[in-house]
């Protein structure tokens, strides 16, 4: 069977970090395109990034450029994402996915892991 496995959310303060990891199993990150989702209340899904299996060419959403990080450690099998400077409208749950299209705006994913929540708050 096909998993993603996110973990590292939790609760920090605004311009704090935290760092998102993602490890697959049942299949091997290196040959796909990975990426980043992230759902807040009232608010629609947006994708925040991804990284291709390619060249390792990345993606950011401009509401995150700059301040969030993807990279991948495919001898883990496992893909992060590091965000720093976070702010309270970063406050979502984040989903790490398996591409089934090309990194870029708007990408589309067919799994995903079971979310991890962020929260961004004093």
């Known amino acids: 069977q096909l998993h993603l496995v996110d973990s590292g959310g939790g609760l920090v303060q605004p311009g704090g970090s935290l760092r998102l990891s993602c490890t697959a199993s049942?299949?091997?990150?290196?040959?796909?395109?990975v990426g980043w989702f992230r759902q807040a209340p009232d608010k629609e899904r947006e994708g925040v990034s991804c990284?291709?299996?390619?060249?390792?060419?990345?993606y950011y959403a401009a509401s995150v450029k700059g301040r969030f990080t993807i990279s991948r450690d495919n001898g883990k099998n496992t893909v992060y994402l590091q965000m720093n400077a976070l702010k309270p409208e970063d406050t979502a749950v984040y989903y790490c996915?398996?591409?089934?299209?090309?990194?870029?705006?708007?990408?589309?994913?067919?799994?995903w892991g079971q979310g991890t929540q962020v929260t961004v708050s004093s």
């Open positions: 990284i291709s299996a390619s060249d390792g060419s990345t």
């Open positions: 049942g299949f091997t990150l290196d040959f796909y395109h």
């Open positions: 996915a398996r591409l089934d299209s090309v990194c870029s705006e708007g990408f589309k994913y067919d799994y």
